[in-house]
Nanobody, 122 residues
């Protein structure tokens, strides 16, 4: 199994920034890609960003391109999501995920974290 623990959520005003962290533990060798998803109230969970453990490949949803950046620290087994220029519509529970392929992780990750609330006030 792979355990994923998110941290760093909170409340921020529109235009502000937050950084989420996701620490991975367990059988992380079973994964090669980390991803971020979010779910707003009354909406389906949606893909946000993904990054390979090597850091060489990244993907972003169109809605966050240019504002969000994902990065990885292999020494700490931790992935980050830096969120800038936040908007009220970014309010959601953000989930960390892990998978084996940067394409399939955008739709069907193998492992999920518990989620972290991000609230952006207008």
């Amino acid at each position: 199994q792979v355990q994923l623990v998110e941290s760093g959520g909170g409340l921020v005003q529109a235009g502000g920034s937050l950084r989420l962290s996701c620490a991975a533990s367990g059988r992380t060798f079973r994964t090669s890609v980390m991803g971020w998803f979010r779910q707003a109230p009354g909406k389906e969970r949606e893909f946000v960003a993904a990054i390979s453990w090597s850091g060489g490949s990244t993907r972003y949803a169109d809605s966050v391109k240019g504002r969000f950046t994902t990065s990885i620290d292999n020494a700490k087994n931790t992935v980050y999501l830096q969120m800038n220029s936040l908007k009220p519509e970014d309010t959601a529970v953000y989930y960390c995920a892990a998978g084996t392929n940067i394409v399939t992780v955008t739709t069907t990750p193998n492992f999920w974290g518990q989620g972290a609330q991000v609230t952006v006030s207008s």
